[in-house]
């Protein structure tokens, strides 16, 4: 959003690094009588990779929101070889959440949707448990309980993907949801599955990190929110923070004071994705301004 | 620096804000072939004012070095009304360093001086005590001793000047030096001398910080570099840090456990400092990526 | 607790420093079967004062909870001239939470609590504000609306009081409550209110500290829980923390990073009040582990 | 060190978890006229073993201290099955330091030394190159080159420990060290060898780990400084620290900004060693405050 609230466009790109990009980004911009409210732009010297996203106000912009598509495509992408998405600050995305039995995500990020933090619709919480039903009822959110056992994850899992459907999900957000997402169901949401992990990745992926955690001695624990890819928390990392503790925090009181990391890191991956500040590329994010 | 280690131009803006400047700047680089290597932009909405860092190798250039200014200023900066300035990025600064008694701040930027972290020349090191010239003389550094007292400190800033003048010296770091300068020295080095001070400002400004601090019964405790200006600890702040406490924290251990922050904050600045990555506006500052 | 959920007793000492505190205070414990599960003590040399906390079951223990205490004050407690309190496990306490019209506090304590992260009984939300008597509702505990004007405030504080006595409330939680109160209502809660405050006190102390947190152009805001005294953002600090901003953070970004701080500070102050590990002496506290 | 720097005699304990330990030992103490000066103790409750560390004032203690081992050891320890050791304030021990071609760590540590921030006597560095030789003349350390190739190693780990005993070194430090030592070497000073790990582990052991974590993606970096064992990166960890990062950061960057965590940690875990609070237990370590 602009200072005005005004609707803005936001484009992300890609390319190969060459002279001039953000010379010609901006003259487009410029040229069509727009106002740049947010610009920030990386050179990856190893890759040769340029990245930038730019964000301006749709108010008093001289084409159409149809017509940027493919003037942009045409003027600008076409001949620089670039790889870009186009938003608008007004299209507001619709997000589920998925939760097994621990609430202390979940309230975060209800907290924050009701005191509008988020600019975001969660129209549905799905959960392989019914723990948490009265937490979606106590923030009016349908809740589907769809449990799931290893005989029948494959069906359950199409019954998830109908829900997506059903409530037009444009993205999931995996609130401590205990269950491993097939290949096929991550494969319908490329970048569009936010996970939050209670370790510090690479450190300690799988199952019980807060055990092997305390096992290895560790004086720091933190929490990765990541998207979500096929292979098992390995995806691109997009934030990730800490707790210092000591040889006083036994296991139980390192899950307590992960908790609080965790949904701190989870929060600020989701906004990020929600504000289109996030960029994948070879399984890297690259978090804009 | 670029990629290549190819010498890079560097200019840093501010103006009103208003549409186009980006396209402007980069469109005036990209004219002459130059290659933007780093780009940085931030807009104050409250204060309507844009301020920019840009930063392009010279190699390939348009122009030469010396034809840069005056066609900046005719096609960009004087009809946006910018305050302007230009560096290049083998012009390396001079810098001397003012100390009293503690070591660790001298021993940190010593070190860093001398494996070549800092892009910088430090030719002098000026005292108000002998103690710390066996460090200077460890590194090889020229060591003036020029003791103060509230009779002298008139004519000895006299001194002090005209050292720095000898030394063709372009900015000043207080590397916990003990004396306050006076108004009129500070005038003479506008945003070109940085201090270390041992709080987290504004808190705790003026003498004894940490007495101030355990005092208070703080949980943290901090310290903040910043450019001199002539109101004590109040001018404008380039980096702070942080470190947390507890209630077996003697003041001599607060003492201890803050030379390391000191010693960190202060480094940080004088390298955003020497990379032109600082911009002061109203007192505050503006830190380039 | 104990690991084995057995109830503990607690007692909190400060005195004289002396030679063989621990020597007595422990084997009076032993002496009467006790196992101690935790013990932690600091000795302030400048104060030349000793501070401990001790706790262990009651199990198997050769006292009644009645004779502890005349036993201990006899034993220990009069010949150490101590000061000294104590607590039992099991013994939940009852607090008060205090709103005005912001959330994020009020919802992480109700997440918290509802989580049974809280060793406490909640029983009611006063509030001189309408706005959150939705979230009260959404978890089942009781709202005082108590509105507060210039004129009213005096006689609201006693309404306010006797709410406080009608649900035998042990301790208030200011959770951004945005009225002073009195120092008479103060007088009768020594080291029962606990506050947070959204700056880095003594920092920023008073009304709108992100206002002045920007105009001074910190690079890190912070926030402060502290017991409420008769000087305003004065009272011992229980915890604070911190987080790192930059030139882009505008007040309503300040005030939006600054509400992850504030709650997760106040929960921590709140917790260590509960599980009696804060003693206060002369306006600073010792926070046990 | 007491408050009144009369040397103190410091014991550290480890033992089943039984009823009366702390009673015991303060008793202990107590009898004998000794005035403790820092009393930590823990309970470890899933290993149920019991830790401690307590530090009395030599001057005015009722055994000489000769008479303290044999009066513990049969009055407490014995009966109480502990593994235990004593050691005397005043007792300075002697420290080596390997380093290889980077000067980061040892500027820091040199730094330190020199100020007289370590209680500890550092007589020799040990190197396989000769690139820092000139960094232990500054500060008038003896320099011992002993080069190292695969061919070469076992003898000039021979020649290292000739060294070692020549100098009669208590515990070696690798500041940056590049060569993983054998485990006979390493057999030979058993929780004496404290490493600094240019990552958090257990993430990115082995070589090269800011490449790695470069290539990860992750948005923090760590250190680890370690008691060396002979399972490489694996040894019980003493400290760790952390720096934020982001898509900015190339990895000579990142090698930049690690080396400042490093020498922190470095010598935090160096500090614990020489003032005696480390303990390590079944490869982890307890760290007294």
């Known amino acids: 959003m602009s200072r005005n609230n005004f609707p803005t466009a936001i484009i992300r790109i890609h390319c190969p690094d060459q002279r001039g990009i953000v010379a010609r980004v901006t003259d487009f911009i410029d040229r069509n009588q727009g106002n740049v409210v947010a610009l920030d732009q990386h050179t990856d010297k190893e890759d040769n990779r340029f990245f930038m996203r730019v964000e301006w106000e749709l108010e008093g912009f001289g084409l159409t929101r149809e017509q940027i598509e493919p003037a942009f495509q045409h003027a600008i992408a076409a001949p620089c070889n670039m790889a870009w998405s186009l938003n608008f600050s007004d299209q507001i995305p619709r997000m589920a959440i998925f939760v097994s039995k621990m609430s202390h995500c979940l309230y975060d990020l209800m907290a924050r949707y009701q005191s509008n933090e988020l600019n975001v619709q969660i129209p549905v919480i799905i959960s392989n448990h019914k723990s948490l039903e009265d937490v979606a009822r106590q923030f009016g959110i349908d ?144 978090i804009f301004d």
């Open 143 to 286: 809740f589907v309980h769809i449990p799931i056992t290893a005989e029948t994850k494959k069906d359950q899992e199409k019954r998830q993907l109908d829900v997506l459907k059903e409530y037009r999900i444009d993205f999931v957000v995996l609130a401590r949801y205990m269950q491993v997402l097939s290949a096929e169901f991550v494969a319908g949401y490329p970048e569009k599955i936010i996970n939050i992990h209670h370790s510090f990745l690479p450190a300690f992926a799988g199952a019980k990190p807060y055990h092997a955690a305390h096992a290895r001695g560790v004086k720091i624990i933190g929490a990765t929110s990541h998207y979500v890819t096929s292979d098992l928390d390995a995806g691109p990392i997009i934030d990730q923070d800490i707790a210092r503790i000591s040889h006083h925090d036994s296991i139980p009181m390192l899950i307590q004071k992960g908790k609080d990391i965790e949904k701190i890191v989870l929060s600020r991956a989701v906004k990020a994705h929600i504000d289109r500040k996030t960029l994948v590329y070879h399984n890297r994010t690259i």
